[in-house]
C-alpha cells in the first residue's frame, strides 16, 4: 500500500500543515513563559506540532510518519518555534489571536487525523479515536515533558471534546460521499465549537455525585453522606 503521504489530497496535506505551524506556535508560546533557550522552543514546538500526527501514524502502522518523509512538516514546526521566539507573542493582540490559532488547529487535525484514518481502510471508530489523538496528543506530550497535568483532562472549557464532535462530523460526511468538502466543514466546525466553548465556558463535570436518600442507607438509618 502506498504512503499515506501519497494517498490524502493536498487539501487534507495542507489542512494538516496549518496544524502544525498553529500548534508549533502555540509551542513556542509556553516555551517563552518557561524562560527556555532555543533548543527548548524547537523541542517544544515539534512535539505540539509533530506529536499528535506521529502518534497517529505509528498506531496506523503504514510506513514511516509522514512528519519524517514530507520536509515541510519540520519546517513548519521549526518555523513556528523561530517566530515564537523572535517574536514576543503576548499581549492583547495575542490574547485575542491565541484562541483562533488554537481552534483552527483543533478542526485542521481532528479533521485530517479521521479522513486519514478512514482512507488507510478503517473504520468509523478508529477514524474517530485517532482524530480526537491527532488534535490533542501533542500538547499531551508537551504538557508531560514540563511535568504539568496535560490540560485536556480537566479545569478547562471543552476541547478534546470539539476534537470528537469535528471527527465524528467527518466520518459522517465521509459515508455520504462528501469526501472533497468533507475536511474542511470539519475543520470549521470544530475550530466553531472550540470558539464557542470557550466563550460561553463549557466545561465537562469534573465528577458526578449519586446519593441515596432516605432511611436504611446505613446501620443507623441516617442518609449517607
Known amino acids: 500500500m502506498a504512503e499515506v503521504s501519497t494517498v490524502i489530497p493536498e487539501l487534507l496535506r495542507a489542512l494538516d500543515l496549518t496544524g502544525v505551524l498553529a500548534n508549533a506556535l502555540l509551542g513556542g508560546v509556553v516555551a517563552r513563559q518557561h524562560r ?3 533548543v527548548g522552543f524547537g523541542v517544544l514546538a515539534i512535539l505540539s506540532g509533530l506529536g499528535g500526527g506521529v502518534i497517529r501514524d ?47 488547529a483543533l478542526g485542521c487535525w481532528a479533521a485530517s487525523g479521521a479522513q486519514k484514518t478512514l482512507l488507510v481502510g ?12 491527532t488534535a490533542v496528543g501533542g500538547g499531551a ?23 470528537l464532535a469535528a471527527s465524528g462530523l467527518l466520518v459522517i460526511l465521509h459515508v455520504n460521499s462528501l469526501t472533497r468538502v468533507g475536511p474542511l466543514i470539519a475543520t470549521v ?8 466553548a470557550r ?22 438509618g441516617e442518609e449517607s453522606s
Do not use: H, K
Open 36 to 38: 527556555l533557550d532555543p
Open 58 to 104: 505509528v498506531l496506523l502502522q503504514r510506513g514511516t510518519p509522514v512528519a519524517l518523509t514530507d520536509f515541510a512538516y519540520l519546517v513548519m514546526a521549526l518555523g513556528g518555534a523561530a517566530v515564537a521566539f523572535l517574536v514576543p507573542l503576548d499581549g492583547r493582540v495575542w490574547q485575542r489571536v491565541f484562541p483562533l490559532v488554537d481552534a483552527l
Open 122 to 133: 478503517l473504520g468509523w471508530l478508529p477514524a474517530v479515536l485517532l482524530g480526537t489523538v
Open 141 to 163: 506530550v508537551r504538557d508531560v515533558v514540563l511535568g504539568r497535568l496535560p490540560s485536556i483532562f480537566g479545569g478547562n472549557t471543552l476541547y478534546a471534546t470539539c476534537a
Open 189 to 196: 466546525f470544530g475550530a466553531a465549537l472550540c470558539l464557542l
Open 199 to 220: 466563550w460561553r465556558g463549557w466545561m465537562l463535570p469534573e465528577e458526578v455525585s449519586l446519593r441515596r436518600t432516605g432511611s436504611g442507607a446505613g446501620s443507623s
